[in-house]
């Protein structure tokens, strides 16, 4: 009696190819969403999709920008479906740990109180900032100046040329400086006390 080549189940298969990237695709659809039960349903979503496509998954060579690459189109298309955009304030964004390590990296040897106060007033500020935005620039700002991902990978991600990327980007980071500039100064005098 001949041995039969043994071939995993389909399920351990898509499962080894999967697993290994949950934890980042969650991750993403969390800065996508800002919400975790819709960036726990954002991943459910693109998992039962991606299943009957064992074989495609496969075939791909580099997995894990593929797969945030299927999970921004299922963003997308359930933004779309919905008719509602995802917002959420910066410092959700970053864990209470590396929001105070953001924080301290932007302290000068000088910590006069006029100091404190402005770091007291950033964070709030930037989300009403973001808050202002497109959901396309916030997620582009995010994922490359906060999440640190390079350019090339969000051209992948988003499916465009990284030229494109590159001009969006200055446009986006353009915006945000406009919107912290009118913040920061506002058109009234109201504010300013006289002599």
Known sequence: MA???FRPSAQKRFQRLVQPHLTALH?????LTGNLQDAEDLVQDVVVKLYPR???LESVDQLRPWLNRV???QFIDSVRKKGRQADRPVSELMEADSQSDWLDSQRSDDQSPELELNKER???MLDRALEQMSP???TLLLLHDVDGWRQEDVAEVLGVPIGTVKSRLHRSRAALR?????????DDDSGRLEH
Do not use: C, K, T, W
């Open 122 to 124: 950033l964070g709030p």
């Open 27 to 31: 991750s993403f659809a969390y800065r």
């Open 54 to 56: 064992l074989n495609e």
């Open 71 to 73: 999970l921004y189109r």
């Open 3 to 5: 041995i039969l080549p």
């Open 178 to 186: 406009r919107h912290l500039q009118l913040a920061v100064e506002p």
């Open 136 to 138: 396309d620039q916030r």
